[in-house]
């Protein structure tokens, strides 16, 4: 694949499984994390396109965080010395609280990393429990204050919306404590089902009962309002900034850039190819110590495909989508019938999502695929 602006790095490590996580990871292991790094090295040295200087580089996981200090540096001087880093405008590091050092700090900060995005969730600490978080809310707020002690003032909050036995009231008081830490960025996510993880086994055994779609939009439509309030910037259906902290990364995804993944579970997108690593650290390491690229998966997309996918990634966005970019009659006659709908808008040449569209992206989404 060609050199690209954009790379993501898969950290497959957890210090444990969530039970509504729906991502690739494993128990994090000192032995086994250095032989990742070890095939890491070689993904790199053998399959990054030279020369590379990318915009923005994205840690992701599982949780890159957990690495201990003198593996997380061996990470950071490797990927130093395989780019350039003249043009890097924005390089973002996943972490749990609880999970951040000074010294972890310090690293990052000499690195370069200049974003880091927090897994908060909920500052309940008995839901935290349920869903097997391994922190609690002292933790978040001990990690806040430790980045801003450090000098890291671009970091972001994540949270889950509509969660179970979460009162509006205490809804609101939780997203009042996020808005008062002052984070340059916040993500709301709703609450989804991800096959085979733990959650579904206990909601399809009725042991967890969730909050109705209602509900569920009640509580993101709570969060839209009082942090549009208080002055966050709604620049995509579940992220919030400060104006000018937008994650540069994801934007750029959305609108369609290409992009290069490495370590296991990670993609790549170079014009109408994309390519998965698979999901398989064992057959990752064992691979890459022959010399060979990580075992994965390929697909070539019609050009008809390819413009659908992106024009629905670009209606993510509150700046819409400029369609004379593209040329697809049918996705204009789509759009007509969800203007009827209520669903989307035009407005100075560029189509997108009404505040009741956000409400049924997913529909919308599908619908132009």
């Keep these: 694949m060609t050199a690209s602006e954009h ?36 993904e790199l040295a053998s399959f990054l396109p030279q020369p590379s200087d990318p915009i923005t580089i994205y840690f992701g996981g599982g949780t890159p965080s957990i690495l201990p200090a003198h593996q997380l540096d061996r990470f950071l001087n490797m990927i130093r010395n395989s780019i350039n880093t003249v043009k890097l405008q924005e390089w973002t590091i996943e972490a749990n609280p609880g999970t951040l050092t000074p010294e972890k700090l310090k690293l990052l900060q000499e690195a370069g990393v200049n974003r880091i995005s927090l897994g908060v969730q909920t500052m309940n600490d008995s839901i935290l429990a349920q869903f097997k978080r391994r922190h609690t809310q002292s933790d978040t707020v001990s990690t806040i204050n430790l980045l801003r002690d450090t000098g890291f003032d671009n970091f972001g909050l994540d949270l889950i919306a509509g969660l179970p036995a979460v009162s509006t009231s205490q809804w609101r008081r939780e997203l009042e404590d996020i808005i008062a830490f002052q984070p340059r960025h916040i993500s709301v996510y709703a609450l989804s089902l991800e096959p085979d993880s733990a959650l579904k086994d206990s909601v399809d055994r009725k042991q967890i009962i969730l909050p109705d779609e209602d509900a569920q939009l009640d509580a993101i439509h709570l969060a839209d309002d009082l942090l549009s309030a208080a002055g966050w910037l709604r620049y995509e259906i579940s992220n919030y900034a400060q104006p000018g902290f937008e994650c540069r990364h994801n ?59 992106r024009i629905a990634f670009a209606f993510r966005l509150s700046e819409g989508v400029e369609m004379k970019r593209f040329s697809d009659p049918s996705a204009t006659e789509t759009l007509s019938q969800l203007a009827l709908e209520g669903l989307v808008e035009s407005a100075d040449e560029r189509w997108r999502l009404t505040r009741i569209g956000r409400d049924f992206a997913d529909h919308v989404l599908q619908a132009l695929i």
Excluded at 294 to 302: K, N, V
């Design 251 to 309: 934007l750029d995804f959305w609108r369609g850039g290409d992009y290069l993944g490495f370590g296991p579970a990670a993609a790549s997108r170079s014009g109408l190819t994309r390519r998965t690593n698979l999901p398989d650290l064992s057959a990752y390491i064992s691979t890459l110590s022959t010399c060979q690229p990580p075992p994965s998966e390929t697909e070539t997309l019609s050009h008809e495909k390819d413009i659908k996918e």
């Design 7 to 42: 790379l993501y790095f898969h950290v497959p490590f957890c210090s444990g499984k969530c039970t509504y996580c729906g991502f690739y990871s494993v128990p994090y292991n000192p032995a086994l994390a250095d032989k990742w790094l070890n095939a890491l090295q070689q």
